[in-house]
Nanobody, 127 residues
Framework: VQLQASGGGLVQAGGSLRLSCTATASGRTSSSYVMGWFRQAPGKEREFVAAIGRSGGSTYYADSVKGRFTISRDNAKNAVYLQMNSLKPEDTAVYYC???????????????????WGQGTQVTVSS
């Protein structure tokens, strides 16, 4: 599956952005995949942000974004979204979408468990 992330940009603290990730899967629909968002700031390791189950019924968040970010998906459009509100300077990072077919719930926050990755989109939050 190929993933294409978009929607990043420069925003002031307290502002909002909506990231999108479109999946292209030969012979399969995106509903076959658990989808996740991760981020990596300069000099830091890639960290989990949010994930969503295949049907969209289950969502998972890092504590640092809970209550501010919302992950959703539209399987008809093979897309997953990350609505980011009340952005903070510490949210500045490159954001990556990821996908995996066989990941289990206990591993959903582990970047090493995802087989497919998008190219990343830069989010910069100014203070």
């Amino acid at each position: 599956v190929q993933l294409q992330a978009s929607g990043g940009g420069l925003v002031q603290a307290g502002g909002s952005l909506r990231l999108s990730c479109t999946a292209t899967a030969s012979g399969r629909t995106s509903s076959s995949y658990v989808m996740g968002w991760f981020r990596q700031a300069p000099g830091k390791e890639r960290e989990f942000v949010a994930a969503i189950g295949r049907s969209g019924g289950s969502t998972y968040y890092a504590d640092s974004v809970k209550g501010r970010f919302t992950i959703s998906r539209d399987n008809a459009k093979n897309a997953v979204y990350l609505q980011m509100n009340s952005l903070k300077p510490e949210d500045t990072a490159v954001y990556y979408c990821a996908a995996d077919r066989g990941i289990i719930q206990s591993s959903i926050r582990n970047s090493g468990e995802y087989d497919y990755w998008g190219q990343g989109t830069q989010v910069t939050v100014s203070s």
